[in-house]
């Protein structure tokens, strides 16, 4: 049998409720998920996923549309596509 050790960690209330009710839905338990994650770590040698930090464009695009900046509307999907067109 091979030996198990224990990973505790804190999350806020609300991650851990919609994790969990989508790992309910792929039938796997958080304990599954987090050894598929560290294992998926040792295999990648890093975090299986990007990790960036936006550019200066990016990010100011990003606070625009946070701020509700630069934000256009459409009374229609024709509307929308006009403009894309145009």
Known sequence: MSQTATIN???DRQT???????LNKLHL?????IAIYLRQIVF?????FDLKVPNQTTAAAIADAREGKSMVSF???DDLF???ES
Do not use: F, N, W, Y
């Not at 851990?16 to 989508?22: H, P, W, Y």
């Open 16 to 22: 851990k409720q919609q994790a969990s009710r989508v």
């Open 9 to 11: 960690t804190r999350i």
């Open 44 to 48: 990648h040698q890093g975090i299986p």
């Open 82 to 84: 006009e403009d894309l």
């Open 29 to 33: 338990s958080m304990s599954d998920a």
């Open 75 to 77: 009374s229609s999907v």
